[in-house]
């Protein structure tokens, strides 16, 4: 019942948005199409399969890839496992559908969202992880949340069955959104073999700030290490992916940056 009345929220925001354009109404008119492209990121992520689907393939075949891993375990440094948090291992996509349903963008009651503690696990992440702190794996939880969320986030892993977290091994932000300075510590101890993320920059420091044909370039030339080092997780809501189409310039309004996602569309006709 409180999905289907938030959602019932949603809808009839959208269709006074689509009324008022009726009545000449600009400002409403952009806020429509701004809340519908949102609207439909959400409900992917909030209602499809597909995206559990998705989910579960990414976290299996990496079962596959560990065991694989553990067959030829010979390294002088332990093992481990690097994931991200949000959108990787904690689905945050309550905060999303909030903003919508209050008509905000974040950062507005992300950190309110964060202390609550009560992200569920993305589908699969808890299995696999578990899975690989049972064979001796050592996992790190590298993510931008903000130092001061810090205590929450690990409640928050905790909580949810999480293995090895600690202070050690969730590493959020702190002078810098880069990770490699993250990763080189962990590295610094342990051979790391698998990296799980929804955003390039998870992976490899050379896909920050990059231009869309950079990072398709980039994707070609170590697409050997996608499905064996490297490991997606879908996220339609927000990302680099996104933040390209605009040239990070995220202080741009939202239409404008609705304006140039759909200067980027590549149709078929002349």
Known sequence: MKKLTILLLVLAALTSCKVSVQHGDDAKSKQSSVNTEALKSVLYMQTAAEYRALCYQTFNF???????????????KKYA????????????????????IDGTNYPTGWSEWIKKAEAKPIPGALEFLNYADEKGIDVFYISNRKEELKEATIVNLQEVGFPNVSDETVMLRTTTSGKEPRREVVSET????????????????????????????LVDKYEKEFGAKFFVLPNPSYGDWEGAIYDFDYSLSEQEKLSAKAKMLNGFME
């Open 62 to 76: 990496g079962k596959v890839r560990l065991d694989n891993y553990l067959k030829r375990m010979n390294m002088s």
């Open 81 to 100: 496992i690097v994931v991200d948090i949000d959108e990787t291992v904690l689905d945050n996509s309550p905060h999303a559908a909030q903003s919508l």
């Open 190 to 217: 342990h051979e790391i073999i698998m990296l799980f993320g929804d955003n390039l920059t998870d992976f490899l420091p050379v896909f920050e700030k990059k231009s869309i044909d950079d990072r398709f370039g």
